[in-house]
């Protein structure tokens, strides 16, 4: 079960994607979130014009 979740019990087991998992930084995220909201700002004030 353990090769199932991706995770080993012994270093010889792990043949792929056994190594720590990238985990997006909170800036990209953030700048991701604010482009979203000035994207919906755009088309909110579009729509009222």
């Known amino acids: 079960m353990s090769r199932s979740l991706g995770i080993a019990d012994k270093p010889e087991e792990c043949t792929e994607n056994c190594g720590p998992q990238e985990v997006p930084e909170p800036g990209v995220?953030?700048?991701?979130?604010?482009g979203l909201a000035g994207l919906a700002a755009v088309s909110r004030r579009r729509r009222k014009i």
């Open 29 to 34: 995220l953030a700048l991701v979130g604010l």
